[in-house]
């Protein structure tokens, strides 16, 4: 099983509001990853879980909170976002395999967040 | 800091034709690279992974290529197909300094493939 899923699929949300997304595996991989894509954009890394710490912030603002339950469950908590921060949220994760390190990245189909 | 381009920007052929997608990266010290396809809307589907230490790999219709030492991959797509058409994102890794199970992908801005019957 080579699936990560997401949830919500959509989320409406207002600029007052708190709302949470999801994001599980079922790999056994250890290291998981929030990605921010932009309409016509690629992909941009946001956070960067290593066996439930967090390891990368690549100077998201506050308003975005991750956490790591367990090694199968990645949250990002959502508050007093902008219009700005409408955008399509990606997770992955991957897991180096014992000699051979492949890194390589599975991507969820993401949560499409408007913020109204 | 890894900066990524992609040429073409976008692409339109008729189907069956066999395709080439150019990715070029700026830093060489990379781990892998993979190649992702993207459909409107969607998430992003792992197509091929190279490792640094390959120069190609293949799956069915495609094959990938990469030359680390010049910073390039090119990405072959044989009998081109309309179901084909997507964005087709480049995204060389590199492993973090002192970090052991975790890196950076970074991506280029995609190329957008139409393949038209």
């Known amino acids: 099983d080579t699936e990560v899923t997401q949830t919500p699929k959509h989320l409406v949300m207002g600029m007052t509001n708190k709302k949470s997304l999801k994001c599980e595996q079922h790999?056994?991989?250890?290291?998981m990853y929030w990605y921010k894509q932009k309409a016509k954009k690629p992909p941009e890394l946001m956070f960067v879980?290593?066996?439930?710490?967090?390891?990368i912030n690549e100077s998201v603002p506050s308003r975005f909170s991750p956490e790591c339950p367990n090694s199968s469950l990645l949250n990002l908590h959502l508050h007093a976002l902008q219009p700005e921060d409408s955008a399509l949220y990606l997770c992955a994760s991957s897991q180096p395999k014992g000699q051979l390190l492949t890194y390589e990245q599975y991507f969820g189909p993401g949560t499409r967040l408007t913020v109204t | 800091k890894q900066e990524v381009t992609q040429i073409p920007a976008a692409l339109s052929v008729p189907e069956g034709e066999n395709l080439v997608l150019n990715c070029s990266f700026t830093d060489s010290a990379i781990y892998n690279l993979q190649w992702f396809r993207q459909d409107p809307g969607k998430g992003l589907t792992s197509l091929l992974l190279?490792?640094?230490?390959?120069r190609e790999q293949t799956s069915g219709r495609l094959n990938a290529s990469l030359d680390k030492s010049s910073g390039r991959s090119t990405l072959y797509i044989a009998a081109s197909q309309p179901g084909d058409s997507a964005t087709y994102l480049c995204a060389p890794y590199r492993a973090i300094a002192g970090g052991t199970s975790y890196g950076k992908l970074t991506f280029g801005q995609g190329t957008i493939l139409t393949v038209h019957p």
């Open positions: 790999m056994g991989h250890r290291a």
């Open positions: 190279i490792q640094s230490s390959q």
């Open positions: 879980y290593s066996y439930e710490k967090l390891s």
